[in-house]
C-alpha cells in the first residue's frame, strides 16, 4: 500500500486546511486588535444603535418612511433603493449591449462606425463623469413640470424627471443613475456580444443560410445559444461591476444603501459597525448575482453523454 504522504489527493486536502487556517487565524488577529484599540478608546461594538431615531429624512422613499423611524429602516429604504437601480442596470444594459454588439457586426456602414463610437467613448470616459454630465448638463437642464417632454405620448421627461404610464415616477437622481450606469455597462457588454458571437465558427452560419434561415432566425436560434457558453462568464464580471458602481450615486445625491449608511456613521459616529454592514450588504448582493449567473450558466453548456 503507497503511503498516505505520496498521495496528491491527500496533499491537496492539506493545502486546502491548511489555507482555510490562516484565513482564519488571520482575521481572529484583526479582530482581537481591532476590539483591543477600540476598548483603549472607550469605544464599544454593538449594533444597537440601529434602534435609535434615525433623525433624517430621505428624498426617495419606495416603502414609508420618516425621520422618526430608526436607523435600520433608513437603510432598509437605502438597500431597496440600491437593489432596483441594480435591476434595472442590468436589464436595460444588457438589452442595449445585445442590441450595439450585434450593430458592431453589422453590414451597414454607418451602424457599424455609429455603434464603435459608442463603444469608444463610454468605455474610455470615467462613469463618476458620465453621472455628472447627465445630471447637471441633461436632467437638470430638462424644461419645468410644466412643459414636460413627452415621447410618443407615453415617457415625458422634465427637470423632476421621467414619468411613465400607470404613475411610475423616476427623480431627476434616480434617472440619472439607471441611464449612467445602463450606458457606460452596456458599452463592456457589447464588446462581450461582439466577441461571443464571432468565437462561432462561420460553418455554423453557412450551414444555418444553406438550410434557407434569414440571417435574423440565424442569429436567434443558432449563433446566439452557442455563444452563450462564453458570454455569460464575462457577463457576470460586468453584472458585478454595475452593483458596485451604484455606490457612485451618493456623488448626485441618489440615497442609495451608502448614502443612507454615511449619513448614519456621521450621526452615530459607529465607523466600524457601518463599514461592516456596507461590506456585508454588497457581499450579499454580489453572491446573489453570481449564483443566479453561475445556475444560467449550468444551463447553456454542453452535456456530455
Do not use: H
Not at 89 to 109: C, F, H, K, M, Q
Not at 215 to 241: C, D, K, M, W
Amino acid at each position: 500500500m503507497t503511503p498516505i504522504w505520496f498521495n496528491r489527493k491527500f496533499w491537496a486536502i492539506v493545502a486546502q486546511l491548511s489555507a482555510v487556517f490562516i484565513a482564519v487565524a488571520i482575521a481572529l488577529i484583526l479582530w482581537i486588535n481591532l476590539t483591543d484599540n477600540l476598548q483603549q478608546l472607550g469605544i464599544q461594538l454593538g449594533f444597537d444603535f440601529l434602534n435609535s431615531q434615525a433623525s433624517f429624512d430621505i428624498g426617495e422613499t419606495p416603502i414609508a418612511y420618516q425621520a422618526s423611524d430608526p436607523y435600520r429602516r433608513a437603510l432598509l429604504v437605502g438597500l431597496i433603493n440600491s437593489v432596483r437601480v441594480i435591476i434595472f442596470g442590468v436589464i436595460l444594459a444588457t438589452v442595449i449591449g445585445i442590441i450595439v454588439g450585434v450593430a458592431r457586426l453589422s453590414d451597414n456602414w454607418l451602424v457599424r462606425r455609429l455603434a464603435l463610437i459608442y463603444v469608444e467613448v463610454l468605455r474610455n470616459t470615467p462613469l463618476l463623469l458620465q453621472l455628472f454630465f447627465w445630471y447637471f448638463a441633461v436632467f437638470l437642464s430638462l424644461p419645468q413640470a410644466e412643459k414636460t417632454i413627452s415621447l410618443l405620448g407615453l415617457i415625458e421627461i422634465s427637470n423632476r424627471g421621467v414619468s411613465f404610464p400607470f404613475g411610475i415616477q423616476f427623480s431627476p437622481e434616480l434617472s440619472t443613475l439607471a441611464l449612467g450606469l445602463t450606458l457606460y455597462t452596456g458599452s463592456f457588454i457589447a464588446e462581450i456580444i461582439r466577441a461571443g458571437i464571432l468565437s462561432v465558427s462561420k460553418g455554423q452560419w453557412e450551414a444555418a443560410k444553406a438550410l434557407g434561415l434569414k440571417s435574423g432566425l440565424v442569429l436567434r436560434l443558432v449563433i446566439f445559444p452557442q455563444a452563450l457558453r462564453l458570454i455569460i462568464p464575462p457577463l457576470t464580471s460586468q453584472y458585478l461591476n454595475l452593483a458596485k458602481n451604484s455606490s457612485l450615486a451618493i456623488a448626485i445625491g441618489y440615497p442609495d444603501i451608502y448614502f443612507v449608511a454615511s449619513t448614519t456613521f456621521n450621526q452615530t459616529g459607529r465607523a466600524v459597525e457601518v463599514m461592516l454592514l456596507i461590506m456585508i450588504t454588497y457581499l450579499t448582493i454580489s453572491l446573489v448575482i453570481s449564483f443566479m449567473m453561475n445556475l444560467l450558466n449550468q444551463t447553456v453548456q454542453f452535456k456530455e453523454r
